[in-house]
């Protein structure tokens, strides 16, 4: 088989399989978006590279959203059932911490601070642009509070919650790594007990 015809067959079984992607799920609503209702606002994303990040709605995803590139097109997809319970301005957060995952190229380097980062970078945009408040940081706690953290390195909900304050009040527009005014937690001492 010729090299064009393999890569064609190859890239249609790449959008079958994005098809497939979509009806796994219990609702998708919309398909692959280049911009999506979310919070009140339409919203728009491009990645480090300047291409159009396209976003899915997918019911079942286990959590709010999630960055991932798929046959090399860069992706957001949206548990909307799940981002409809959390207010418009977190809705957009989430979204715009997403969007900073492709912006800061974690989506293909993902680093141990790569959620960190992406929490800070989406706090100093909505500083920036004027749609957040230290008022509206502050009101976020309660729905981030209950998080646990995770393995790919969310921090545990309260100090999260501390992060995204320390990074809506370091004066700085580019320093998303170590915002003034946090201290993280030391790294856990995994041998601990074993003396």
């Known amino acids: 088989m010729q090299w064009a015809t393999r890569r064609v067959l190859l890239s249609l079984a790449a959008l079958c399989g994005l098809g ?4 796994a799920s219990a609702n998708t ?3 692959l978006q280049a911009r ?12 480090f590279r300047g291409q159009t990040v396209r976003s899915i709605q997918m019911d079942d995803l286990g959590d709010v959203a999630h960055a991932r590139i798929v046959n090399r097109m860069p992706i957001i997809t ?22 900073a ?22 706090i100093k945009v909505g500083r920036k ?10 009101a976020f706690s309660p ?4 998080s646990r953290g995770s393995a790919f390195g969310h921090l545990p909900g309260p100090l999260r919650s501390q992060r995204l304050l320390a990074c809506f009040d370091d004066p700085s527009e580019e320093n998303i790594a170590e915002p ?16």
Do not use: M
């Not at 999506?36 to 990645?47: A, F, P, S, Y």
């Not at 995952?101 to 989406?122: K, M, R």
């Not at 729905?143 to 209950?146: G, L, P």
């Open 20 to 23: 497939f992607l979509g009806t």
């Open 29 to 31: 609503s919309g398909g």
């Open 36 to 47: 999506i209702h979310l919070g009140g606002q339409e919203l728009t994303c491009r990645d």
């Open 78 to 99: 949206l548990n909307k059932r799940r981002l409809d319970t959390l207010p418009d301005k977190l809705q957009v957060f989430f979204f715009n911490h997403e969007c």
């Open 101 to 122: 995952h492709h912006i800061l190229g974690h989506v293909f380097y993902p680093t141990q601070t790569s959620e960190n980062e992406a929490d800070c970078y989406a």
């Open 129 to 138: 642009d004027g749609s957040l408040t230290r008022a509206d940081v502050e």
């Open 143 to 146: 729905y981030i509070a209950v």
């Open 180 to 195: 003034a005014g946090f201290t993280p937690p030391p790294p856990p001492v995994l041998a601990e007990g074993l003396r």
